[in-house]
């Protein structure tokens, strides 16, 4: 049985979101790479089970907490500032991973697997890390169809940070699926697989709340 597939539904100009659409129509035309060239440039345009699905930018939340994680992380594991180095970590690249094309909000992949970056504008290697910052209009697919790929594509860790209830989710690959290994709240110092050798405060992530 095929999953589930996403397609997107636009209310207002400044709202888009995504809905579960169940089995896609097998005679519909399947979204390719040009179709995601031909998006509005003011969206996240992905190929998932060959349907093209678009999702505005991100808020102020989505964008502290992947911007924040992403500097703290950088630092030891990118640069090796404080850590061990030897990873790539990456804002929003866009992966290409046999007929999907997914825009994680951030990646990592270990030196030792992808000792140089590829110059093309789009990675054909699955990361060995993946994190997706939830929001409302994101959240079915982060955890659904985009969950799907990275299990198929056999990516060891998978975290999962949301703004609005200030946790981050700790998921492993155990067999063909994933399970949690840990949830972390609010503001805790966090030591989190795989980068368990820094310690994370969780609580930088997050806006303060709205008074």
């Known amino acids: 049985m095929r ?6 539904r636009c209310g207002p100009p400044e709202v888009c979101c995504v809905l579960f659409c169940g089995v896609a129509d097998p005679a519909r035309r399947r979204a390719t790479y040009e179709d995601v060239l031909a998006a509005p440039p003011n969206v996240v345009a992905q190929v998932i089970d ?34 061990p180095g030897g990873w790539h970590i990456l804002d929003e690249p866009e992966l290409h991973l046999a007929a999907d094309i997914v825009v994680p909000d951030l990646a990592g992949w270990r030196k030792e697997r992808v000792p140089n970056l590829p110059r093309a504008a789009f990675f054909t290697v699955a990361p060995d890390w993946v994190c997706e910052v939830l929001s409302p209009s994101t ?17 060891p860790y998978v975290w999962f940070a949301d703004p609005e209830a200030r946790t981050l989710e700790v998921l492993t ?18 030591r989190a697989k795989p980068f ?6 969780l609580g930088a992530l997050w806006l303060p709340p709205v008074p």
Do not use: C, N, Q, W
């Not at 959240?139 to 990516?155: F, S, T, W």
């Not at 399970?179 to 110092?189: E, G, K, Q």
């Not at 368990?196 to 405060?201: A, D, K, Q, T």
């Open 3 to 8: 999953p589930p597939a996403f397609v997107t």
């Open 50 to 83: 060959g349907v093209l699905v678009t999702l505005p930018r991100p808020a102020a939340p989505h964008a502290r907490a992947a911007s924040t994680l992403g500097m703290d992380l950088g630092g030891p594991f990118d640069r090796g500032r404080g850590g």
């Open 139 to 155: 959240a079915g697919i982060d955890r659904g169809g985009k969950l799907a790929i990275d299990a198929r594509e056999r990516v």
């Open 173 to 190: 690959l155990d067999g063909p699926t994933y399970r949690v290994t840990a949830v972390h709240h609010a503001d805790a110092l966090v």
């Open 196 to 201: 368990e050798v820094v310690e994370l405060e």
